[in-house]
């Protein structure tokens, strides 16, 4: 890479972008759909990388990608920990209450899953694979990106 300012920079405009726009309900939808948000700035980040160095390789395109994406997944993880890690005694009575309604036999596998830290421990889980995933879509939407946006030369 030419300039490695310019480089993280255009990483850090896409994965926040990408991060950002996922915390807003109704669209972070589309992120059940192979993370496409993420897709989204990655091909951003090497959008704008292209236009700042006009030539990159194919390599610099899928890191770039992969980064920002990254980054986004971060911002989203950080900010489901933290509505996870609020959810009070009280909210999970209200929500085995409301459970109730669907099912009678529900709450005693409920309780197991509220209990001994159990939906701290598999939200980690949760968010270590949406970070994963966010990557290699990241990755993904960097190589479309530069696929598209470069000129080929002759």
Same mark, same amino acid.
């Given at each position: 890479m030419n300039n490695t300012k &310019?480089?993280? *920079?255009?990483?850090? /405009? +896409? !994965?926040?972008?990408? !991060?950002?726009?996922? =915390?807003? #309900?109704?669209?972070?939808?589309?992120? =059940?759909?192979? @993370? @496409?948000? @993420? +897709?989204? +700035?990655?091909?951003? &980040?090497?959008?704008? =990388?292209?236009?700042?160095? *006009? *030539?990159? *390789?194919? &390599?610099?395109? =899928?890191?770039t990608g992969l980064l920002s994406g990254a980054v986004g997944?971060? %911002?989203?993880?950080?900010?489901?920990?933290?509505? %996870?890690?609020? /959810?009070? #005694?009280?909210? /999970?009575?209200?929500?085995i209450s409301t459970a109730k309604i669907f099912s009678s036999n529900i709450e005693d596998e409920m309780d197991m899953f509220f209990q001994n830290g159990n939906l701290k421990i598999m939200a980690r889980k949760i968010i270590a694979f949406l970070i994963f995933f966010s990557m290699i879509s990241g990755a993904i939407g960097g190589f479309i990106s530069k696929s598209l946006f470069q000129k080929k030369d002759g």
């Open positions: &310019s480089t993280i *920079k255009c990483i850090l /405009i +896409g !994965g926040i972008a990408a !991060g950002t726009v996922s =915390l807003i #309900p109704i669209i972070n939808f589309l992120n =059940l759909f192979f @993370m @496409m948000l @993420m +897709g989204f +700035g990655g091909a951003l &980040s090497v959008y704008l =990388l292209i236009k700042e160095n *006009k *030539k990159i *390789k194919t &390599s610099d395109a =899928l890191l997944g971060f %911002i989203l993880g950080v900010f489901i920990y933290i509505v %996870i890690s609020n /959810i009070t #005694p009280e909210k /999970i009575e209200a929500i």
